[in-house]
């Protein structure tokens, strides 16, 4: 109990007496964690691939968003640049600026600063700070002494060979070898456990190639699973026929799996028996509680006999997830992986390929970007013909919102393989978009306008963030 009683008290004193100088260390460091931003180097077009950067393009990679532009171009309005000027014009960017970016970017072309104070400027790591040394602090006199206490007295010397120590000394020195003790037991604790890491990492990325491999076996297998399962995509159908034929909800996605089938819907609605809603705007039918029509009967008037279902991929539960192109509003922009991109891209030309051979394709030539195989099937043209006859020039409601999107009937495909400049973007908007010519356009790359956004990543994985849905695409 006695050792149990100064053991408490050494450390309560330790507390104590070091607690300030940890506490003001603690600040330091945050004050300087504080100080570090996430910034971005303006490129040259020539180490751009021949493209100018934009904020559009800085934001889809460091973002995943172009449409953020915006948020970067308000952080940097008016911030003084090395070379003297400053951003005021968002289509005004100069090779060598550094532009701060939001807290959340992430990519190989975020770069680390530190904020060199002043004007707010960012200083990149590893520039050296024109600030001198301690300024700001004030200087030690020399010959000075701390004020003592009233009515303190220092510790004599009793004897020559006698060396008389203050409690408070003896205390200090206790506490220090127990910190110092407890200290390196933690120090050793988180190096043995860095190396188990380390290794665990090792051993991983030994492993990547057989991952990798065993994964691109998965997605080839899709492919093929796809192509010759025509059940699912019936019964796809007849669950979008069951939910269009009644009140004429809009049926954006379908999944089907072993045990029921999901759609994403466009309404806030009950879901009508025997669906269940799972909320997002999200409905669910038990496999067995409905059996597909052989000849599904869609609504009427401007809605297609059929809406033209694609297959994209097998969602986390292992469902094959059927996308309607006619709800994309025209222009589908595939970012991140370009392979993955391309895949998706070839994947729902297959598609179209088997379901709807006599739509026509394009193939707009943009700079860069993966080359995309148009399947043999397709009818392929040359020439951009103008609007097909009876296609009307509707206005897109405003919004991003999955109930924002219009239907955009399949008359036509555009593929464009990267991202498309200025002028191509004007001729895919003078065709795909609001009021254009009633094409849908499907784009290896960030296409700016496009309702539809989904993002590729290198494990074969897409991300559909308006379904708030991840599928595996096949290879």
């Given at each position: 109990?006695?050792?149990?009683?100064?053991?408490?008290?050494?450390?309560?004193?330790?507390?104590?007496?070091?607690?300030?100088?940890?506490?003001?260390?603690?600040?330091?460091?945050?004050?300087?964690?504080?100080?570090?931003?996430?910034?971005?180097?303006?490129?040259?077009?020539?180490?751009?691939?021949?493209?100018?950067?934009?904020?559009?393009?800085?934001?889809?990679?460091?973002?995943?968003?172009?449409?953020?532009?915006?948020?970067?171009?308000?952080?940097?309005?008016?911030?003084?640049?090395?070379?003297?000027?400053?951003?005021?014009?968002?289509?005004?960017?100069?090779?060598?600026?550094?532009?701060?970016?939001?807290?959340?970017?992430?990519?190989?072309?975020?770069?680390?600063?530190?904020?060199?104070?002043?004007?707010?400027?960012?200083?990149?790591?590893?520039?050296?700070?024109?600030?001198?040394?301690?300024?700001?602090?004030?200087?030690?006199?020399q010959g000075s002494q701390p004020p003592t206490q009233q009515g303190s007295q220092?510790?004599?010397?009793?004897?020559?060979?006698?060396?008389?120590?203050?409690?408070?000394?003896?205390?200090?020195?206790?506490?220090?070898?127990?910190?110092?003790?407890?200290?390196?037991?933690?120090?050793?604790?988180?190096?043995?456990?860095?190396?188990?890491?380390?290794?665990?990492?090792?051993?991983?990325?030994?492993?990547?190639?057989?991952?990798?491999?065993?994964?691109?076996?998965f997605r080839t297998a899709l492919a093929a699973a796809f192509a010759g399962d025509?059940?699912?995509?019936?019964?796809?159908?007849?669950?979008?026929?069951?939910?269009?034929?009644?009140?004429?909800?809009?049926?954006?996605?379908?999944?089907?799996?072993?045990?029921?089938?999901?759609?994403?819907?466009?309404?806030?609605?009950?879901?009508?028996?025997?669906?269940?809603?799972?909320?997002?705007?999200?409905?669910?039918?038990?496999?067995?509680?409905?059996?597909?029509?052989?000849?599904?009967?869609?609504?009427?008037?401007?809605?297609?006999?059929?809406?033209?279902?694609?297959?994209?991929?097998?969602?986390?539960?292992?469902?094959?997830?059927?996308?309607?192109?006619?709800?994309?509003?025209?222009?589908?922009?595939?970012?991140?992986?370009?392979?993955?991109?391309?895949?998706?891209?070839?994947?729902?030309?297959?598609?179209?390929?088997?379901?709807?051979?006599?739509?026509?394709?394009?193939?707009?030539?943009?700079?860069?970007?993966?080359?995309?195989?148009?399947?043999?099937?397709?009818?392929?043209?040359?020439?951009?013909?103008?609007?097909?006859?009876?296609?009307?020039?509707?206005?897109?409601?405003?919004?991003?919102?999955?109930?924002?999107?219009?239907?955009?009937?399949?008359?036509?495909?555009?593929?464009?393989?990267?991202?498309?400049?200025?002028?191509?973007?004007?001729?895919?908007?003078?065709?795909?978009?609001?009021?254009?010519?009633?094409?849908?356009?499907?784009?290896?790359?960030?296409?700016?306008?496009?309702?539809?956004?989904?993002?590729?990543?290198?494990?074969g994985s897409v991300e559909i963030p308006l379904l708030r849905l991840t599928v595996?695409?096949?290879?």
């Open positions: 109990m006695r050792r149990t009683a100064v053991v408490v008290l050494l450390a309560v004193w330790s507390a104590l007496y070091l607690g300030g100088a940890a506490l003001a260390a603690a600040g330091s460091d945050a004050a300087d964690a504080a100080d570090v931003v996430k910034v971005y180097v303006v490129r040259t077009a020539e180490q751009n691939g021949g493209t100018p950067d934009s904020l559009a393009l800085i934001a889809a990679r460091t973002l995943g968003d172009g449409n953020r532009a915006g948020e970067i171009f308000d952080l940097n309005r008016g911030r003084a640049q090395a070379d003297g000027t400053a951003l005021t014009n968002p289509g005004d960017l100069r090779p060598g600026w550094i532009l701060r970016l939001p807290e959340d970017a992430t990519g190989p072309d975020v770069q680390l600063a530190q904020e060199s104070g002043g004007d707010g400027a960012a200083q990149q790591d590893g520039a050296a700070s024109t600030a001198p040394d301690g300024a700001g602090t004030q200087p030690f006199v220092a510790p004599t010397q009793q004897a020559s060979n006698t060396i008389v120590l203050p409690l408070g000394a003896v205390l200090a020195g206790l506490g220090a070898f127990l910190l110092a003790l407890l200290t390196a037991a933690i120090v050793a604790r988180q190096q043995v456990r860095r190396l188990f890491a380390a290794m665990a990492r090792a051993i991983r990325r030994l492993g990547d190639p057989v991952r990798r491999a065993r994964r691109l076996r025509g059940e699912s995509l019936r019964t796809a159908h007849g669950a979008v026929a069951e939910l269009t034929g009644r009140k004429g909800h809009a049926v954006h996605a379908v999944s089907v799996d072993d045990a029921g089938v999901t759609a994403w819907v466009a309404t806030a609605d009950a879901p009508p028996a025997p669906w269940q809603d799972l909320g997002e705007a999200r409905w669910r039918r038990p496999a067995g509680a409905f059996a597909p029509p052989a000849q599904p009967a869609y609504g009427t008037g401007s809605q297609p006999p059929s809406p033209p279902l694609v297959a994209v991929g097998v969602d986390e539960q292992g469902g094959k997830v059927f996308v309607d192109l006619s709800r994309l509003d025209g222009v589908l922009s595939v970012t991140g992986d370009p392979g993955v991109a391309r895949d998706v891209v070839q994947g729902l030309l297959a598609e179209v390929a088997r379901s709807k051979p006599a739509v026509p394709v394009a193939v707009l030539q943009t700079t860069g970007g993966p080359a995309v195989a148009l399947p043999g099937a397709m009818r392929r043209i040359e020439r951009l013909d103008p609007r097909p006859a009876g296609a009307p020039a509707t206005a897109r409601e405003a919004g991003t919102l999955r109930a924002a999107a219009r239907l955009h009937p399949l008359e036509a495909l555009l593929v464009a393989s990267g991202t498309p400049t200025a002028q191509e973007a004007a001729d895919l908007l003078a065709l795909c978009g609001p009021g254009g010519a009633g094409w849908t356009a499907l784009v290896c790359g960030d296409a700016q306008g496009a309702h539809w956004r989904w993002r590729a990543a290198p494990d595996t695409v096949p290879a």
